[in-house]
């Protein structure tokens, strides 16, 4: 029972990073014609989903170093991490769970 | 290759060529351009792990110049390394700075020192404090073209080129239009910057910067180096080198400009702008694309820039293409890069020597490898590529001073083309349009004051729905800009989009500083490691162009004129140069060839808090469409006004 618990727990703690990095999306890349319900989960955020480009990938890590603390050195890492807000939030979530 | 006295003349019309006589340069590899051009050659390098000029927060490798060009005066150490420059271009020229009777015009490209950028200033501005104004002063006074302008007493014409990292390449097809128009007997044409802190964390914010000294084409590349210096090129019409006794090192036969219309940092992926620009070249020269032989790339070193360029060498000269990136041995050195690398081939012409890239390891995504070795000197022409931010592409195409032909008249003599306006829109504290401007005239100021004036506009009233995601790093200069120059092109009674026959001069002395100072802003909140790439990308003078290219979907050159005297009036000459000065510069046989140009003031964004008044500017944005004249029945029908002429003593 008590697992089960901490597992939802967790699970909402991941929902809200990533309305959380939604929110962050749509304002700090000025994204206008989208609103932050609209991005889901599991769509890419590049090319065909969302329709981000290069400079907001360059963007979104300098946006992780301030918000968080991580530094993503390398953008062919940056490519995965990047590939959905699924993958995102993860990323962030085992980031910054790790210290 | 053509015989000297055979060739026709540029394309049937009585022009001389524009010949090199002079060249210098300073830069990390060298304090003149014979020991940079040996360095080339014996493929030694000089990078600094770190900068030593400036304290940053990280380390990566810079390519710097002698600590002894720094200077707390206006124009500041970039000046100072165009005057080292100048000295060697002017003295192998066989001229000197006073005493030189012949019709002097003087072109400079940069990026660093048209920027306010001076960091601690800035910071104590924003504590609420009220620092000395001597950087503002430097900034204003530290003009490169009007400081040179002046020391020559140029009476030709003077203009500085902020097209990002292609400025100083178009600072030389500047020069080349103005002697075609036979506007000046001889140019100096030159680029110079230094290496800044600004800069230095933008790239690195961008990720384009290598942790390692870079490695152009080379499959190990890890980014760009920034470095710093000054290239100065004199061109002069052909007769008048030849009636002073002066003796050509190269001929500059072409010049060509173009446009990706696509993205303010990535380079388009056919390099579409680029190969606008080498064929652009390549026909002012006539000749063919199978008469170049060397081609000194832009080759930063980043994978972007290395895989456009080296497909697009493939796809234009194929298996054989022979091509190299001296960035290898100077680092990037922006806004001075172009005027550099033109002296660098000049010198390899003379010397017979071209340079490659030493143990450069192949990039197996590129389907031709760069030159390693260096290559002897074959005759052929030799082409050298800037792509900048923003788009801007540029291309100049060298020759053997063999091939050198003398117009048999003056170009004075003959009668230039009279381009005509056709368009015009203009925006500014009165509102949107012409009718407003005149209504605002008439009323001799009455209605809205410039100093509390708002004058964005909605987007969607501009009608350009394909510009969603380009619209959102746009500031409101930028927009604002854009809205005049639909104006103008409506006006014209033309649509876009407007492709390769169309070129954009814009003006502006301050550029997009809403977004300089959003960049400062993230450099003092977060530190050297986390400012905006896109405020920095978004900061380059030269980002209203991108916007005003890509909204209306032109192909054609684009360049950025900076500056504070008579800017207007710089930008008109630019414009009417490019227009007159070449044949068919731009566009095919019997289509349209045109020229937008404007210019735009973004002082009302000063923080409200700026303590200091700068100089009265001009606060509205204001823009014409030109078409050449003469050729459709349809521009003498669209005629408004014409200008008896161009150039800074017989403007109307």
Known sequence: MKGCFQMAESEDKLKALKEELKALIVSELSIDDVSPDEIADDAPLFGDGLGLDSLDAVELVVLLQRRYGIQIKNLEEGREIFRSLDTLAKYVSDATGEK | ?652
């Open chain 2, 1 to 652: 290759m053509n015989a000297g006295g055979s060739r026709d003349l540029a394309g049937g019309r009585n022009f001389s060529d524009v010949v090199v006589t002079g060249v210098g340069v300073v830069c990390a590899a060298g304090g003149n351009v014979r020991e940079v051009h040996s360095a080339t050659l014996s493929g030694s390098r000089d990078p600094k792990p770190r900068p030593t000029l400036f304290d940053a927060d990280f380390g990566k490798p810079v390519f710097e110049c002698a600590a002894r060009f720094s200077s707390g005066d206006p124009g500041g150490r970039s000046l100072k390394l165009l005057e080292g420059a100048l000295e060697e271009a002017f003295d192998r020229a066989g001229l000197s700075a006073d005493r030189c009777g012949s019709k002097i015009g003087v072109c400079v490209g940069t990026t660093v020192a048209c920027m306010l950028n001076d960091l601690d200033f800035y910071a104590a501005v924003k504590r609420g404090e009220r620092p000395g104004v001597d950087p503002l002063r430097r900034y204003v006074e530290g003009d490169l073209s009007s400081i040179l302008g002046r020391r020559l007493g140029a009476r030709g014409p003077v203009a500085t080129i902020a097209n990002a990292c292609s400025s100083g390449t178009e600072a030389l097809a500047a020069g080349f239009h103005w002697l075609r128009a036979g506007l000046c007997d001889i140019v100096v044409a030159a680029g110079a910057d230094e290496l800044n802190l600004v800069p230095y964390c933008g790239f690195n914010s961008l990720q384009v910067m290598g942790d390692s000294f870079c490695l152009p084409f080379d499959r190990r590349r890890s980014g760009l180096n920034l470095g710093e210096g000054a290239g100065v090129v004199v061109l002069e019409t052909a007769e008048h080198a030849v009636s002073r006794g002066a003796r050509p090192l190269a001929v500059l036969r072409g010049v060509g400009g173009g446009s990706d219309a696509y993205h303010i940092t990535g380079p388009h992926p056919d390099g579409l702008g680029l190969e606008s620009a080498i064929r652009m070249a390549t026909s002012t020269a006539g000749a063919a694309l199978e008469d170049i032989e060397y081609v000194n790339a832009h080759g930063t070193a980043t994978r972007d820039n290395d895989l456009v360029e080296g497909r697009l060498f493939h796809r234009l000269f194929g298996d054989g293409a022979v091509f190299a990136s001296t960035k290898y041995y100077t680092g990037h050195t922006l806004g001075a890069a172009g005027a550099i690398e033109a002296a660098l081939c000049v010198e390899g012409i003379v010397d017979g020597r071209l340079p490659g890239i030493p143990g450069v390891k192949r990039d197996p995504d590129i389907p031709v490898a760069p030159l390693a070795e260096s290559a002897e000197y074959g005759g052929g022409l030799v082409l050298s590529t800037s792509m900048a931010f923003g788009g801007s592409c540029s291309a100049l195409l060298f020759g053997s001073p063999e091939d050198m032909a003398v117009a048999s008249r003056s170009p004075r003599r003959v009668a230039p083309l009279v381009p005509v306006s056709t368009g015009t829109g203009a925006i500014g504290a009165f509102g949107l349009g012409v009718k407003r401007l005149a209504e605002a005239v008439a009323d001799a100021g009455a209605g809205a004051s410039a100093e509390t004036a708002d004058f964005s506009i909605p987007f969607e009233a501009l009608n350009l729905p394909s510009l969603k995601r380009i619209r959102r790093r746009s500031g409101k200069l930028g927009v604002a800009m854009l809205a005049a120059a639909n104006e103008a092109v409506e006006s014209a009674g033309i649509a876009a989009p407007l492709g390769s026959g169309t070129a954009v001069v814009v003006a502006t002395a301050f550029g997009a500083h809403s977004a300089t100072f959003a960049f400062l802003d993230g450099l003092l909140e977060y530190g050297h490691t986390a400012p905006s790439p896109t405020h920095f990308s978004t900061s380059v003078h030269n980002s209203m162009a991108f916007l005003i290219t890509t909204a209306l979907g032109i192909t054609g050159p684009s360049v950025t004129v900076t500056g504070f005297d008579g800017l207007f009036k710089r930008a008109r000459t630019v414009a009417g140069s490019l227009l007159s000065g070449g044949t068919r510069p731009f566009g095919g046989r019997g289509r349209d060839e045109r020229c937008f140009f404007g210019d735009g003031g973004d002082l009302a964004r000063f923080p409200r808090r700026w303590p200091y008044r700068l100089g009265g500017g001009r606060r509205g944005v204001y823009s014409r469409t030109i078409r050449r004249w003469g050729r459709t029945g349809r521009s003498r029908r669209n005629r408004r006004w014409r200008f008896r002429g161009y150039g800074p003593h017989h403007v109307s």
